[in-house]
């Protein structure tokens, strides 16, 4: 009974997060397609500029949009992309395309409304849903039922998944016992976070685009060993996402709607377009606009989602002659292991649990943040609770390693899905304030 009510809440959530996309979308002209060269110019371009020195204000604009990949990226592009696969075919794959796509602007425009209402203290800037939903919007409760429930999936989601997923792949990979595998991450979370927002940034600032160009090259070479496969692996994408059946000759008994739910969902709930947390970082940054900050969440659905998913992807169904995936009964993480082992031997699969490392402990970095902004929020700008609150978060990690995860899943993606909900509703309430032109 809980499961279906965690996949009818979820539905539900999915198309509310799909339509607000598409709704926005329409309303900017589709300013992420027409307003392309201003991206890039912003986003890419700026890494190959320099940068005035930093004011003390904030963090950069690229360490809060590390920051807010650190909390998307991770074991979701290893293994949720295995698991929509084997739920639902190839041609997942293209319905999550089109859920970046959409979700683009809806990341634009959250990230918008945080800086625009985002608050100064002593520390730098604070912000996101939370104050733009009691700010903007005037709806205080809402705002304090986001905060609640940011803070319960930065407990869930953000932390307990996380390293569960770290201490499985460590024990898998290298016989780590799972309790030295906790002890290990929860002093290399404490260290970082108590040194602040900014150790956070400083830490992600390298580490997300390290393992992100790693984990690519480690791909790419995959991909290049099989590359008389890539073309043909694209097309059965596109083919089964019209025509599901074909993925295995109707053998499979893939449904239209269950392939569309499936790769919808995932790429929803993979770049966390319209959830509200990244949001949260993106409102330390010192910017020079709400503007050119929103750019950035265009760039961040765009590498996380139609470049990091789509690579694991054509990974999986180029193994084992396509037939991996199938054939292996196997599916998540173990079978992103799977298909690297297939090419490159026991490398391939440790290859992987690392990755899972490096990217399950820069998503705990993240969320720890965006947990700690809630709980500050709901206690007041100038409430002492940061400390607490870390120690909180760390105390969990040492459980969460050892623990089997079956229920916490559950509770997990129900609370992510409820915590859409108020700031979806803020989105459109404050629609007419969310603008693409020039500031």
């Known amino acids: 009974m809980a499961h279906f009510f965690t996949n009818l809440l979820s539905g539900a959530v999915m198309l509310l997060l799909l339509g607000c996309g598409i709704f926005l979308s329409i309303k900017s002209g589709f300013f992420q397609f027409r307003g392309l060269p201003f991206i890039l110019r912003n986003t890419v371009g700026t890494l190959f500029r320099r940068q005035p020195e930093d004011k003390g204000r904030g963090i950069s604009p690229f ?15 290893i293994a949720g992309v295995a698991t929509a696969l084997t739920a639902a075919g190839p041609g997942a794959v293209f319905w999550m395309w089109i859920s ?14 945080a800086v625009k209402f985002r608050k100064k203290t ?34 869930g989601i953000g932390n307990i998944s996380q390293v569960n997923s770290v201490s499985t792949a460590m024990s898998r990979s290298f016989g780590v016992p799972t309790l030295v595998s906790g002890l290990a991450v929860a002093a290399v979370v404490a260290l970082v976070v108590f040194g602040g927002v900014k150790r956070i940034a400083r830490v992600t600032e390298l580490v997300i685009p390290f393992i992100s160009i790693l984990y690519l090259c480690g791909a790419g070479a995959f ?84 470049v990091v998913c789509t690579v694991t992807a ?8 396509g037939l991996l995936w199938r054939q292996s009964g196997l599916d ?5 292991s799977a298909a690297f082992e297939s090419v490159f031997g026991a490398a391939g699969g440790r290859f992987i649990a690392l990755s899972i490392v490096f990217f399950a402990v820069a998503a705990m970095l993240g969320w720890c943040y965006y947990g700690e902004s809630a709980v500050r ?15 909180l978060f760390i105390l969990c990690i040492i459980p969460g390693a050892m623990g089997e ?29 969310i603008s693409t032109a020039d500031t």
Not at 332 to 336: P, W, Y
């Open 100 to 113: 970046a796509l959409c979700g683009m602007m809806t990341k634009y425009a959250e990230i918008y409304l």
């Open 405 to 433: 995860l079956g229920a916490v899943w559950g509770i997990s993606d129900a609370l992510n899905a409820l915590m859409a909900i108020p700031n979806i509703i803020a989105l459109l309430i404050l629609r007419k304030q």
């Open 314 to 321: 054509l990974v999986l169904l180029c193994a084992g002659d």
């Open 377 to 391: 929020y709901l206690a007041g700008v100038h409430g002492n609770t940061n400390t607490l609150y870390r120690l």
């Open 223 to 306: 991909l290049y060993i099989h590359r008389h496969s890539v073309v043909g692996a694209l097309a059965q994408i596109v083919d089964c996402a019209f025509s599901p059946a074909s993925a295995a000759g109707g053998a499979l008994g893939y449904g239209m709607s269950r392939v569309m739910r499936f790769g919808l969902s995932r790429g929803v709930f993979t770049n966390e377009a319209g959830l509200g947390s990244a949001p949260i970082a993106h409102a330390a940054a010192d910017c020079k606009s709400p503007k050119h900050q929103g750019v950035w969440g265009i760039f961040e659905v765009f590498l996380d989602t139609i």
């Open 332 to 336: 998540g993480a173990a079978l992103t």
């Open 122 to 155: 002593a520390d730098g800037y604070i912000g996101g849903p939370m104050y733009y939903i009691s700010e903007g919007a005037g709806k205080k409760r809402l705002a304090a039922l986001f905060a609640v429930l940011c803070a319960l999936c930065s407990l």
């Open 63 to 77: 360490q809060a949009v590390t920051t807010a990949l650190a909390g998307t990226m991770g074991v979701g592009n």
